[in-house]
């Protein structure tokens, strides 16, 4: 093929036209049919697929929830088997922490990130889809277990020895232990893509003293989950050969270390929780000011100590393990590092406080729930504090106070502000607003179910009742708030179903909204609702943290331009930045829709699937599939066939190499 | 760009720029680096396991002795000199040298199969699996992480060979190259890693 190799252009700056739109709708648009559907690389429409995803996952991990608070609101009650129990509890967890919690985030960060940061798709567009479809596999995966009724039932943290084969001789945490590996490799190339595109794909002038907090948030996230997955897929895998092969590692028979599961586990996971709240709390930074009428105060000190939450979050994985037997040195280190750690999160608490202090509250329902979530991280801050102190540990861990702090940081930090986005988001996803009215008795159902069913968790944590238990006598004084718990739950779940309803009813009849419903700051609320397939008609270049907001504030020393800017029509093409100071610095040729993908999740797939039943040939077969879809993924300097270019211009430079 | 000063904006600059992948401008250089990072942090929790577990071990460790230099000491060079093959492959086509740098792909694959041979004989030598016990467990598990890693830069080698000899990079278009040759030699630095952790460190005592 003749290969026209164009080293360098000047791009033409043009103000945005209707022409130039139409054009670029053409060749950002994904394909119609099955090759748009297993094709697409728009961040977008992976951003909606993962939103939905992992709601569908929270929906049954929320019906387990309550098949045991059922279980679980009287004493001596036998409507689960304890078998069935472990199962139900575990795979509660593994849903809403693994399934849910994280792809929720990813996926509104690759909704949002090429919005926020001015560019048409993040910066490795085919990795993104990669990560998707593995993903959903890995999900029906650990699915799978509990169909065939060998769900895990070692709880999400799946201690040995009781994992071990000869303690749960069935394939149970087989499924588990494969099902988290292969969850890890989307989550793995997820994040790298996210830092590619934190550190290329921002406007021109964004700075790194410009960006959304929310992408601070996820990009310190990524680049954890990039350091401590592998912990978890190891520790997992080391589980597989323990159980398939015969290794020694968790075996203290011949001199192995269960601790060592512990250890690799919690590395992981410690940092894990963290990874999953701090984009949600970039969500709340970024929400906050719409709804305030102000700019975040402290932007700098969040930002900062969103970067030293995870910092020191590498640190404090030992207090998860205080009552194993340690040294007291180790005991003191972990527990002074676990009670500093609140420092960070404070520093955002208080600017959050000071941001709504010195504003103009709006009380939208997405305020409501930022505002929220405040008063939750607050209580579930202080139970994880109280917690981070050895001698109270010791006295509650394993408790349902652990299960009460828990919930309060993970729903009270993740969901909730999921909540407040989708009702912040929602309009420039769809171009219609939800309903108001409908939002605020969803957000009081919920705050007030959730906080009848968790609080009282505390107070049985402190009567000692200890967490993972199917069932408790009568008379030891649970009763009554074992049964404010399950109530409180359901009243919880009618608040999500009644989430549910609102967009349904808000898809099919919401009130129109433009661009800009709430008058919002930055880049996204500059485009149309829903934003077309490119973006941006022309790239914007950017001057301030709030380039809407520059007539009102006057803090910027230039002023953003969002009408005038770089074409970049050549094909899929958009603007590689510097990585402090967002300079203009390459054209980057981004890739068409590719089925390269999903062939390789599943030849993924069919690896995992052959390791499961030891299937060397199914193995094989998975790696040779994976081998080929990878080959012709990278293969240098294709044309684009079928592309909407390859009629009339000459193909440029190869897409990127991954 | 007469409205420039009329919106009292940051200048619009609008140099040339270098289109796609240019040099270490793609995407995917980047990418590597992170995919490194997550590889070498797998390294390190499974040195981390290693020495959790020899600490701890009750009585000899290694229960046989030190493993033995013969053919892991050669085995070392040949991969560093396979790294340093690859390296002058990729020097040379920012000159635009090509055959060089097919000449540079095709060593450096050849001695990474030559690596894992001499490895495989290796470890058919032990005469012990996996399941032998505690330290063979770790033994062949991080090695072998380690050889489906060579596997991986051996395929990764021959398909940049194919490519090379079809002419599909020149001075400007070699960003599969240096992603290739990076992550080779991250490879090669790992199995050093390795190789002072099971071979040499046991020695010292």
């Known amino acids: 093929m003749a290969r026209h190799t164009q080293l360098t252009q000047t791009p033409a700056i043009v103000t945005a036209n209707a022409e130039l739109a139409e054009r670029l709708h053409k060749v950002w648009e994904t394909e119609p049919g099955i090759k748009g559907f297993l094709g697409t690389v728009d961040h977008k429409e992976i951003g909606i697929r993962y939103i939905v995803t992992s709601f569908i996952f929270l929906l049954i991990g929320g019906v387990e929830a309550l098949i045991l608070r059922v279980q679980l609101a009287q004493p001596d009650l036998h409507v689960l088997s304890p078998e069935q129990y472990n199962q139900l509890f575990t795979m509660h967890g593994v849903s809403m922490i693994f399934l849910y919690a994280m792809p929720v985030l990813t996926g509104f960060s690759n909704y949002l990130w090429p919005l926020l940061l001015g560019a048409r798709d993040t910066a490795l567009p085919r990795v993104n889809a990669l990560s998707y479809w593995l993903y959903l596999f890995s999900g029906l995966f650990i699915y799978a277990s509990f169909f065939m009724g060998h769900a895990p039932n070692d709880g999400w943290f799946n201690y040995v020895p009781y994992a071990n084969r000869q303690y749960n001789p069935g394939p149970n945490i087989d499924f588990y232990s494969l099902g988290m590996i292969f969850l890890g490799i989307s989550t793995t190339v997820s994040s790298a893509n996210f830092v590619v595109t934190a550190m290329r794909t921002r406007a021109a002038g964004m700075s790194i003293n410009r960006i959304p907090i929310l992408v601070w948030g996820t990009l310190t996230s990524s680049v954890a989950n990039l350091i401590v997955i592998p912990a978890v897929s190891l520790a997992f895998f080391l589980l597989y050969l323990d159980r398939n092969y015969g290794t020694k590692f968790f075996q203290p028979q011949s001199g192995g270390q269960p601790l060592l599961w512990q250890h690799l586990f919690w590395i992981f996971a410690h940092p894990w929780v963290y990874a999953i709240v701090l984009p949600a709390m970039g969500m709340v930074s970024d929400g906050l000011p719409i709804f305030c009428r102000r700019p975040l105060v402290g932007y700098t000190l969040v930002a900062l100590s969103t970067m030293a939450t995870m910092a020191i979050g590498f640190g404090v994985w030992t207090h998860h393990m205080f009552a194993t037997g340690m040294s007291d040195l180790a005991l003191s280190f972990f527990s002074g590092v676990s009670i500093i750690i609140a420092v960070p999160s404070a520093v955002a608490v208080f600017a959050w406080i000071a941001t709504i202090w010195t504003g103009r509250p709006v009380f939208t329902a997405a305020f409501h729930f930022f505002a929220g979530m405040i008063a939750l991280f607050v209580i579930g801050g202080v139970s994880g504090f109280m917690t981070g102190s050895v001698p109270v540990d010791w006295q509650l861990t394993d408790t349902y106070f652990v299960v009460a702090h828990l919930h309060y940081v993970l729903i009270g930090i993740n969901v909730f502000p999921v909540v407040g986005a989708i009702y912040m988001w929602f309009p420039k996803v769809t171009g219609k607003f939800l309903d108001e009215r409908l939002g605020k008795l969803n957000f009081w159902l919920m705050f007030v179910g959730f906080n009848l069913a968790f609080f009282p968790m505390h107070i049985s944590g402190l009567l000692g009742m200890p967490r993972r238990i199917y069932t408790y006598p009568h008379d030891v004084g649970w009763s009554a708030w074992n049964l404010i718990t399950s109530i409180g739950a359901f009243l919880f779940a009618i608040g999500v179903l009644l989430l549910f309803h609102n967009i349904a009813v808000s898809l099919r009849r919401g009130k129109h909204a433009g661009a800009n419903p709430w008058d919002g700051g930055t880049l996204e609320w500059a485009i149309p609702s829903p934003p077309p397939p490119y973006n941006f008609v022309v790239l914007p270049t950017v001057a301030s943290r709030h380039p809407l907001w520059e007539d009102r504030l006057d803090d910027a020393p230039g002023r953003s331009r969002l009408d005038t800017g770089l074409a970049l029509d050549k094909g899929r093409q958009m603007l590689g930045t510097s990585v402090v100071d967002a300079e203009p610095a390459v054209i980057l040729q981004m890739p068409f829709d590719s089925y390269a993908p999903f062939t390789l999740a599943v030849g993924t797939t069919i690896i995992f699937v052959g390791m499961l039943y030891r299937s060397w040939p199914g193995m094989a077969a998975g790696a040779i599939i994976t081998g080929i879809a990878l080959l012709l993924w990278l293969w240098p300097g294709r044309l684009r066939e079928g592309s909407p270019e390859a009629a009339n211009e000459p193909p440029f430079a190869e897409p990127d190499h991954v | ?205």
């Open chain 2, 1 to 205: 760009m007469s409205d420039v000063a009329l919106h009292r904006s940051d200048e619009i600059r609008a140099p040339a720029l270098p289109v796609g992948s240019i040099g270490n401008q793609a995407s995917g250089y980047f990418g590597v680096w992170w995919v490194i990072i997550t590889e070498a942090s797998l390294f390190i929790y499974l040195i981390f396991g290693y020495a959790y577990c020899a600490m701890q071990f009750p009585g000899k460790w290694p229960p046989s002795g030190p493993p033995e230099l013969t053919l892991a000491l050669p085995d070392t060079l040949i991969l560093i000199l396979s790294s340093v093959a690859v390296a002058l492959g990729e020097h040379a086509i920012k000159q635009g040298k090509r055959a060089r740098l097919t000449l540079g792909l095709v060593v450096g694959f050849v001695l990474g199969i030559v690596f894992v041979a001499i490895q495989l004989k290796e470890w058919a030598s032990r005469g012990t699996t996996l399941a032998s016990n505690l330290y063979y467990s770790f033994y062949f598990t991080t090695t072998g992480f380690h050889m489906a890693h060579v596997v991986v830069g051996i395929l990764i080698l021959g398909a940049l060979t194919i490519w090379s000899a079809l002419g599909k990079f020149d001075s400007v278009r070699n960003s599969p190259v240096s992603i290739g040759a990076l992550y080779w030699h991250f490879v090669d630095a790992v199995w050093i890693v390795l190789f002072t952790t099971y071979y040499i460190v046991p020695r010292l005592k």
